[in-house]
């Protein structure tokens, strides 16, 4: 029903910056929420950041806050996850995930998958 298509991943810098896009395609609906996962090797998948299409409340690991934002754009149908002073404990692969109705933390409340894009962040 719905396809998540991640991009912008890559290597940084300890201290950079590093913006992840997340195109949604096919049907997608306003009452979605859409959600940033990572998981690093060894690791379980863990949440990053959630946010409903219809906006409103947002989500944010204690890891991250205050230096990731995600963002949507309901007209181009893509969710954007901004990383800011980024740490070498960032690195993971980042998913980008949809669901029906309210945000979760949980994983396997999601139903929708992207493919994954790999963060690195050196020291």
């Known amino acids: 029903q719905v396809q998540l298509v991640e991009s912008g991943g890559g290597l940084v810098q300890a201290g950079g910056s590093l913006r992840l896009s997340c195109a949604a395609s096919?049907?997608?609906?306003?009452?979605?929420?859409m959600a940033w996962f990572r998981q690093a090797p060894g690791k379980e998948r863990e949440i990053v950041a959630a946010?409903?299409?219809?906006?409103?409340?947002?989500y944010y690991a204690d890891s991250v806050k205050g230096r990731f934002t995600i963002s949507r754009d309901n007209t181009k149908n893509t969710v954007d996850l901004q990383m800011n002073s980024l740490k070498p404990e960032d690195t993971a692969v980042y998913y980008c995930?949809?669901?029906?109705?309210?945000?979760?933390?949980?994983?396997?409340?999601?139903?929708?998958w992207g493919q994954g894009t790999q963060v690195t962040v050196s020291s």
């Open positions: 946010i409903r299409w219809s906006g409103g409340n947002t």
């Open positions: 995930a949809a669901k029906s109705g309210y945000t979760s933390t949980l994983a396997t409340q999601y139903n929708y």
């Open positions: 096919g049907r997608t609906v306003s009452s979605y929420a």
